[in-house]
């Protein structure tokens, strides 16, 4: 089993800092893209920030600039720096990850528990 494990969220002042991690573990391949998704109740699931492979990363408009990802490929982990955070940004943040889980099979979709940021005023 593959398993995705979320920390780092936590209650902030705006214009405060966070940084999320996640790392995946188990059986696998390869890991293609790794994501932060975010979800406020009531709303769908939002993509926050896309890293792949490749190096090459995307950011959603109200995140850009200040929110960064990265990842630590050996370790099999993301991580998302959030800067200047916003009352807007509380949500729960997800960490998502596409993986072959060989050379000859399709990949597969994974996502963590979630972890609570919440931003105060």
């Known amino acids: 089993q593959v398993r995705l494990v979320e920390s780092g969220g936590g209650l902030v002042q705006a214009g405060g800092s966070l940084r999320l991690s996640c790392a995946a573990s188990?059986?696998?391949?390869?890991?293609?893209?790794m994501s932060w998704y975010r979800q406020i109740p009531g709303n769908e699931r939002e993509l926050v920030a896309t890293?792949?492979?490749?190096?090459?990363?995307n950011y959603a408009d109200s995140v850009r600039g200040r929110f960064t990802i990265s990842r630590d490929y050996a370790k099999n982990a993301v991580f998302l720096h959030m800067n200047s955070l916003k009352p807007e940004d509380t949500a729960v943040y997800y960490c998502?990850?596409?993986?072959?889980?060989?050379?000859?099979?399709?990949?597969?979709?994974?996502w963590g528990q979630g972890t609570q940021v919440t931003v105060s005023s």
């Open positions: 188990g059986s696998f391949f390869r890991i293609n893209t």
């Open positions: 998502n990850a596409d993986i072959l889980p060989s050379p000859f099979r399709n990949a597969n979709t994974y």
């Open positions: 890293a792949t492979s490749g190096g090459s990363t």
